[in-house]
């Protein structure tokens, strides 16, 4: 029984560490570099990607269900972090006001 929480625990920290780290790299990322900048940034996003990938193939879980669970989370974070890097161009915070 102990080692069943122990596994839940697990994959628990595991899935938010996939949800968390790639936002949390690329953040690091853009604060560093002050402004999206398209080819390296897209380099940035695709090394954060590749991190939370790492998470979720370390689930223990069917090799299935990780391909599964890749195929879904890739497109996802890929596509809410290009809405993010979209609004962050289409907003600019250092536009001067009309």
């Given at each position: ?10 994959s628990?920290?595991l ?5 968390l ?5 690329e953040?690091?990322?853009?604060f ?13 996003l695709?090394?954060s ?13 069917t090799?299935?269900?990780r391909?599964?669970?890749l195929?879904?989370?890739v ?5 809410y ?7 962050a ?10």
């Open positions: 029984m102990d080692q069943v929480k122990k596994s839940c625990r697990r628990a920290w899935l938010v560490g996939a949800l780290c790639p936002f949390a790299m953040s690091v990322y853009l560093f570099s002050r402004w999206w900048i398209w080819p390296r940034d897209y380099a940035g695709g090394v990607l590749l991190v939370g990938t790492l998470f979720v193939i370390a689930l223990p879980i090799p299935r269900k391909v599964l669970c195929l879904i989370y497109p996802a974070v890929a596509a972090a290009y809405g993010v890097a979209f609004i161009v289409v907003f600019p915070p250092y536009a001067p006001p009309a």
